[in-house]
């Protein structure tokens, strides 16, 4: 088999991501939020504090561990949401035609035309900040992408021999869409749901440093940017590490689903390319 | 050309109505009004008459049906009502602020295609040379950064160490303010651009009709100019399109950033006011603009592409 550079780089990194926030009571050196002591503020990185102090003299090798938990709880979850909804409306859009059809394609069309930031930031200034406020705002918003794929792979795939002789033999109409078209369309549903926790990751943090999604004093790489602007002149590695780790995390993803795409979904464009 | 374009702008009512109507129904079932918003700042006690009053004259106790149909009439004759912090006409504040936005998303795209399309071509021409690979890690670099943090970066190196720019502000139309915030905006689009115009290069590259026109004998310049140019351009036009309405979305963490005065923060300041007339605006002008683009798009593919409007 190939060696996939993109695949093993991209796993690599969001693996590391992980480890850091799974593990990140024995790994992180004091408690990400009651651990302030302002005698530490805006102390450099160095052999105590490895990724410096903020202005409440927080250590931030600490904090960002503990808010990988926050971007991979949100970047999970809410893509979960997303792809659960683009899938059933794409499936049941493509499989039965008609009216339903009309209706999952009117709908997918006007969520295309808001973009998702903007829509989450709407759905955000209802709810009170916070996590289950967030999950709940990009969930919502990003299916559009997944409902067209499931609907466009549905179609194809419903015309098959195997979908046809399923119905000859007395399937039922959910066993056929769960056991003979969904594993059959599974592979790009999957590339895009990577890429999508990728966008996800990003949108919590973007979100968090309006001071609209996670608030301070929880550990968010979003709100750790926010409170870092303000120090930019004077500490600029408050800045670095909590931008750098939210990169990394999303460029893991997006390598992943990159290589992912190579091997589920290959008669994609991009393999040509 | 006339009838695509005008069927083109047809399509884009029914999507607007539902735009409207979304939002309508988002904002009327929000939980806290901003009666008791505006004065829950933790010094003053709320007061239930001052909210019932407050309520009542911006018109919040009326049956749903009721504002509904006002709502869409008043969206008809771009009535977007009053402001409820500065009491004001929405259509005003919008109006104030749609000029930066523009001057901010175009100055990003721009930066965007100047660099990322010819990225692109180059990479596709030597596929597998380092000039490829090196524009394609930058490509999949550019779109996993988060633009404030970028933004910040660029605004510690450029604007506090080297003071080349500006590091935030509007400063009336003096284009070095423009600098900072349209790189970090432009950054990701960039990226996906490049990677774009490479794959739509690379497949019309193996079309039948490319070989056909070398076998023709035509120049390798004719061959890329006539056939590989044009028919790669659609492919580009069109992530240009769906590319800009991501722009205007992140536009608005940008904004905030480099305290720019555009449509993107004031929607994040009436977001964390709840002043909702004016949030409703926002996302109606943003997504208005977003629909114009696409349909300008459509219109550019098929003046390029004329297969397209026959379709």
Redesign the interface.
């Known amino acids: 088999m190939k060696f996939r550079a993109n695949l093993w780089i991209g796993g690599a990194c969001f693996a590391l991501v992980v480890a850091g926030g799974v593990f990140a009571p024995w790994f992180a050196h004091t408690d990400p939020v009651m651990d302030a002591n302002l005698m530490n503020a805006e102390v450099p990185p160095g052999s105590e504090f490895w990724f410096g102090t903020d202005a409440q003299g927080r250590d931030i090798y600490s904090r960002v561990l503990y808010g990988a938990r926050i971007s991979l709880t949100v970047g999970i979850v809410s893509q979960l949401i997303n792809t659960i909804i683009g899938v059933s409306l794409g499936l049941s859009a493509g499989y039965f035609g008609g009216w339903w059809d009309d209706f999952v394609n009117g709908l997918t069309n006007m969520m295309l035309a808001i973009p998702s930031l903007i829509f989450a930031l709407a759905i955000m200034a209802i709810l009170s900040p916070g996590l289950t406020s967030l999950l709940i705002a990009l969930g919502l918003t990003n299916w559009s992408f997944t409902c067209r794929l499931t609907r466009a792979a549905t179609l194809s795939v419903k015309a098959m021999g195997y979908v046809e002789a399923a119905r000859s033999l007395g399937y039922g109409t959910f066993r056929i869409m769960a056991t003979q078209i969904l594993p059959n369309i599974a592979g790009p549903i999957i590339v895009i749901g990577t890429l999508g926790m990728g966008g996800a990751v990003l949108a919590e943090a973007s979100l968090s440093f309006l001071g609209l999604g996670i608030r301070p004093p929880f550990p968010s790489w979003g709100s750790m940017l926010s409170d870092a602007r303000d120090q930019i002149s004077t500490a600029p590695w408050i800045s670095i590490f909590p931008g750098l780790a939210i990169f990394l995390t999303v460029l893991g993803l997006n390598l992943l689903g990159d290589g992912l795409r190579d091997i589920l979904d290959p008669h994609s464009r991009t393999r040509q390319a | 050309m006339l009838p695509y374009v005008f069927r083109r702008l047809l399509q884009a009512i029914?999507?607007?109505l539902?735009?409207a109507a979304?939002?309508f129904v988002?904002?009327s079932?929000?939980?806290?009004n901003f009666a008791s918003t505006q004065m829950a700042d933790g010094r003053s006690v709320v007061d239930a008459a001052t909210i019932a009053r407050m309520n009542e004259q911006f018109g919040l106790n009326d049956p749903l049906h009721l504002r509904f149909a006002k709502y869409i009439g008043d969206l008809v004759t771009f009535d977007l009502g009053n402001s409820f912090r500065t009491r004001q006409p929405v259509v005003w504040a919008l109006a104030e602020r749609l000029w930066p936005s523009l001057q901010l998303a175009f100055a990003a795209m721009f930066f965007a295609i100047v660099i990322g399309v010819p990225l692109g071509f180059l990479a596709?021409l030597k596929p597998g040379s380092w000039i490829d690979m090196l524009s394609m890690i930058f490509a999949?670099?550019g779109?996993?950064?988060?633009?404030?943090?970028l933004g910040?970066?660029l605004?510690?190196a450029f604007a506090?160490t080297l003071g080349w720019f500006p590091s935030f502000g509007y400063g009336d139309g003096d284009l070095r303010y423009i600098v900072l915030p349209a790189i970090a905006l432009g950054v990701s689009p960039l990226a996906l651009l490049a990677r774009t115009s490479?794959?739509a290069v690379?497949?019309v590259m193996?079309a039948d009709f490319i070989r056909t026109a070398r076998a023709k004998g035509a120049s390798e310049i004719r061959v890329m100019r006539w056939h590989v140019l044009r028919n790669a351009l659609v492919i580009v036009l069109t992530t240009l399109g769906l590319q800009f309405?991501?722009v205007?979305?992140?536009a608005?963490?940008v904004e905030?950033?480099f305290a720019w005065p555009g449509l993107g923060s004031l929607?994040?300041d009436s977001?964390?006011l709840?002043d909702?007339p004016v949030?409703q605006g926002c996302?109606l002008t943003?997504?208005l603009f977003?629909?114009v683009v696409n349909i300008a798009v459509d219109v550019l593919c098929a003046v390029v592409d004329p297969r397209i409007k026959y379709s």
């Open positions: 029914p999507i607007l539902a735009v979304l939002i988002l904002f079932v929000i939980p806290g596709a999949v670099s779109l996993s950064l988060p633009m404030f943090w910040l970066l605004m510690y506090l490479r794959a690379l497949e193996n309405g991501s205007i979305g992140q608005v963490v905030k950033l929607l994040v977001v964390t709840r909702i949030v996302i943003i997504v977003f629909l």
